[in-house]
């Protein structure tokens, strides 16, 4: 049974239409993309998942959960379950990046402070930041830094599901692929369900396992690289068959 589930999700702003009967599934234990044209609600459809967002009509399924039905406290339970990194981190500025890693286990949890600073060195470390960074604020860090700092972040509940928000995007190539195998040796690591918002090529052919692609308000295609390559749909046509992407990834179609 997938572990996240849309189905005939319709997101509509008065008379504009953004979705229209999108469905989608992803599995246990998947890294997972959405791509889609600009417009096209892939940032919506996250936000439908984390409940920032609620659908006009359908219904979205999370760990077994109906968003459309879920009670006050489910809603709370089911917050704990995931971490999100969202496109420039959002960290809070007025807080070092040791302070943005405890406020969910702060927010959530009794344990002690001794036990939360452990907690908090650990989860630099798996993101690959030094220990000094914990002091750190915000303003100190690099573009790269501030990704993997969102990310301690986000991986400070031991979360089932990990939310990704453009994640490689504004970091140099080395830095991205850095990332993208940090992100894979996580996956592997903890056992955890990765989606994640991306248009970075290299990383849809590196560590995506399967994706889906937004466009015209629905699900055009939906698999892998070789299931999607499939479609003929224009949008995909212009951007996984256009020159730049035979040349740079050696798409086999034409």
Known sequence: MPIIEAIDIGTRFGST??????????????????????GSGKSLL???MIMLQKPSSGDMRVLDYRLSTIEYKQMQELRQQWG??????ALFSSLTVAENIKLQLKEYTNISDAMCNEIVKTKISMSGLPTRAGALYPSELSGGMIKRAALARALAM?????F??????????IGAR????????????????VVMITHDLDSIYSIVDRFCVLADKHVVAEGSIAEVLDSTHPFIE???KNEYAKKRLGVPHV
């Not at 999100?84 to 981190?89: D, I, K, P, R, S």
């Not at 031991?158 to 990990?162: F, W």
């Not at 990704?164 to 504004?170: A, N, R, V």
Request: glycine content about 10%; overall charge negative; charged content about 25%.
């Open 84 to 89: 999100v990194l969202f496109q420039f981190g």
């Open 158 to 162: 031991d979360p089932k599901l990990l």
């Open 238 to 240: 212009r951007f996984f």
């Open 178 to 193: 850095n990332f993208d195998k940090l992100i894979m040796e996580l996956r592997d690591l903890l056992g955890i369900t």
């Open 46 to 48: 996250m936000k439908e």
């Open 17 to 38: 239409v953004i979705h229209d009967k999108v469905n989608m599934h992803i599995n246990q234990g998947e890294i997972y993309g959405i791509l889609g044209e600009s």
């Open 164 to 173: 990704l928000d453009e994640p490689t995007s504004g970091l140099d190539p």
